[in-house]
T-cell receptor, first 115, second 114 residues
Framework: DGGITQSPKYLFRKEGQNVTLSCEQN?????MYWYRQDPGQGLRLIYY???????QKGDIAEGYSVSREKKESFPLTVTSAQKNPTAFYLC??????????????FGDGTRLSIL | GENVEQHPSTLSVQEGDSAVIKCTYS??????FPWYKQELGKRPQLIID?????GEKKDQRIAVTLNKTAKHFSLHITETQPEDSAVYFC?????????????FGQGTTLQVKP
């Protein structure tokens, strides 16, 4: 899925610092998602957005924030309030079709570590 | 809340054998069930999905079966090859509305021995 680009690939955060992960897609998808992946666990939903200028909390939104000012972009900020941010972060996107879930396509991920 | 349980957590098979991974879901309104394959350090990739209006779907060596009554679905891989080695995730949508949300299982690490 070369249409979803996440950057950077690796990111290091200092204590008390906010960091922003980038996610861009050129698939013309309406919906975008952020997941967190920890070793031995499945993907857990942080935030999702079905349309520009609107987004909803997922299951583990505390300590994270997002914005959706453009259709193709859905940046995720990991704030200092997130006490255990070390994880692999995956962004995904999908088309929207009334009444039917559509396949989600993933980016290559960003691995965030604490210094 | 919604939950997806996946078993087994690890599975080792001999090349050429079949592999079966099972998932159960809690929300009876769920109607979309994708399966993803994730190789080490790479992105999850959709390998097959099924909707609740069918009971089985096949794509070459891969098949998925769905039992809505029992609320479980399974991935079947036949004639396994070493390149099938990866982590496999099942998922289901929370049934209330078309939000696009998916709930993922914990993953199954499949090892295919040559």
């Amino acid at each position: 899925d070369g249409g979803i680009t996440q950057s950077p690939k690796y990111l290091f955060r200092k204590e008390g610092q906010n960091v922003t992960l980038s996610c861009e897609q050129n698939l013309n998808h309406d919906a975008m998602y952020w997941y967190r992946q920890d070793p031995g666990q499945g993907l857990r939903l942080i935030y999702y957005s079905q349309i520009v200028n609107d987004f909803q909390k997922g299951d583990i939104a505390e300590g994270y924030s997002v914005s959706r000012e453009k259709k193709e972009s859905f940046p995720l900020t990991v704030t200092s309030a997130q006490k255990n941010p070390t994880a692999f972060y995956l962004c995904a996107s999908s088309t929207q079709r009334t009444g039917m879930n559509q396949p989600q396509h993933f980016g290559d991920g960003t691995r965030l570590s604490i210094l | 809340g919604e939950n997806v349980e996946q078993h087994p957590s690890t599975l080792s098979v001999q090349e050429g054998d079949s592999a079966v991974i099972k998932c159960t879901y809690s929300d009876s309104a769920s109607n979309y069930f994708p399966w993803y394959k994730q190789e080490l350090g790479k992105r999850p990739q959709l390998i097959i999905d099924i909707r609740s209006n069918v009971g089985e779907k096949k794509d070459q060596r891969i098949a998925v079966t769905l039992n809505k009554t029992a609320k479980h679905f399974s991935l079947h891989i036949t004639e396994t090859q070493p390149e099938d080695s990866a982590v496999y995730f099942c998922a289901a949508n929370p049934g209330s509305g078309n939000t696009g949300k998916l709930i993922f299982g914990q993953g199954t690490t499949l090892q295919v021995k040559p």
